[in-house]
């Protein structure tokens, strides 16, 4: 069965450095994976996806993830972090078998400091 | 184009009362889908639909009830709410699968609190 693991709960950064938001997934297929991001009392918004193209994908406001399968890992990384990033980051897989249904990770809160 | 829409954004309820969430989505989107998200755990899906007329149960579908009688709206309905069921709400929507497009579009939420 498909799961994704965000290795942490919460992340604290100083504007300007750089984010690392881990996150590992199991697969016994090529999985589709997504990272969305919940700023506070809003819905959930699509940062970037990996659907077996390129290996490095880019996403919105400066964000990009590394599929590497033989980490299992779909890190999320930004050069340098922005006060507006702070929110909650979600990763994200596809489940196999119908629906179109994604299983969550449990969240990491991004927290960025003056 | 609005998206995504809930209606309410809002709600508290006595145990044993009843209400529904009402979802709309413009995007003629087939796949429909409803979560919940409780701190700490993600969203965890209750209830999906794969088209008008349909409907199939997700991973916590106990005490809750879904309807897709038009292909833009999906219902949520709660018979008797529980202490248990307070929570954050969202509606996703998604193309279908075969246009190779999976990722799902959500709506802001509604906030159930059950007392």
């Known amino acids: 069965a498909q799961s994704v693991t965000q290795l942490d709960s919460h992340v604290s950064v100083s504007e300007g450095t750089p984010v690392l938001l881990r996150c590992n997934y199991s697969?016994?297929?090529?999985?589709?994976l997504f990272w969305y991001v919940q700023h506070p009392n809003k819905g959930l918004q699509l940062l970037l996806k990996?659907?077996?193209?390129?290996?490095l994908v880019k996403g919105i406001n400066g964000f990009e993830a590394e599929f590497k399968k033989s980490e299992t890992s779909f890190h999320l990384t930004k050069p340098s972090a922005h006060m507006s990033d702070a929110a909650e980051y979600f990763c994200?897989?596809?489940?196999?078998?119908?629906?179109?249904?994604?299983?969550f990770g449990t969240g990491t809160q991004l927290k960025v400091e003056l | 184009n609005a998206g995504v829409t809930q209606t309410p954004k809002f709600r508290v309820l006595k145990t044993g009362q009843s209400m529904t969430l009402l979802c709309a989505q413009d995007?003629?989107?087939?796949?429909m889908y409803w979560y919940r998200q409780d701190p700490g755990m993600g969203l965890r899906l209750i209830h999906y639909?794969?088209?008008?007329?349909?409907?199939a149960k997700g991973e916590v579908p106990d005490g809750y009830n879904v309807s897709r009688l038009k292909k833009q709206n999906f219902l949520l309905g709660l018979e008797s709410a529980a202490p248990s069921q307070t929570s954050v709400y969202f509606c996703?929507?998604?193309?279908?699968?075969?246009?190779?497009?999976?990722?799902?579009?959500f709506g802001p939420g509604t906030r159930l609190t059950v007392t």
């Open positions: 990996y659907t077996s193209a390129a290996t």
């Open positions: 639909s794969v088209g008008e007329g349909t409907t």
């Open positions: 995007m003629n989107h087939e796949y």
């Open positions: 697969s016994s297929y090529s999985p589709s």
């Open positions: 996703a929507s998604s193309r279908h699968p075969t246009e190779r497009i999976y990722e799902q579009y």
């Open positions: 994200v897989v596809r489940l196999t078998g119908g629906g179109n249904k994604l299983t």
